[in-house]
């Protein structure tokens, strides 16, 4: 009689251990499923890192649009002839601090040109001021009164002042150490450009 008893009581306690041990490793499965997600980039991480196409066939000379890409924003200008005669001005030059664009961590190699751009028409920069990161403002006015007579368009950055011209090149004497950052970025028609990727390899940095 007690050998059965403690058969019975031990197939009982086998069961339950069993029952427990299942329920316990799929409590232990769902908690780890967050987890592991959070190990894998989000589908909005591998957006934000994906090269955007930016179709400038309705952007009128004078004109400017913002995309985004990589969470900051990106301008794109189509230049108007004057603007264009304005960036080769001598007296222009005279007051960049880099117009030659020396530095080159501000731009890829290819765009180390007078417009900084891959054709002169149009101009593609982060619009984000060098100095603290503020969001300059587009100015293509002439000779505003707060910005002086001299002034022949660029981009002022209302936080400390700094300036640029339309090529994103800094003016002397303002907190901005260097020139605005130029994305690398090709054209894949006359109206299609393609930013964060040029031609050949998809930017990492």
Known sequence: MNKKTLNTDDKRRRFLVAAGTMVGGAGIATALIPFVS????SARAYSAAAPVEVDVSKLEPGQQI???WRSKPVWVLRRTEQ???DLKSDKLRQNLLDPDSLVSSQQPDYLQNLFRSRKEEFLVAIGIC???GCIPTFRPDLAPEDLGPDWVGGYFCPCHGSRFDLAG???KNVP????LVIPPYYFLSDNK???GNDGETVSTS
């Open 83 to 85: 603007i264009i005669t």
């Open 169 to 171: 090149r800094v003016f």
């Open 193 to 195: 450009i393609l930013i």
């Open 176 to 179: 901005a150490p260097t020139n």
């Open 130 to 132: 060098t100095h603290l």
């Open 66 to 68: 913002t995309v985004e």
């Open 38 to 41: 959070s190990m894998s980039p």
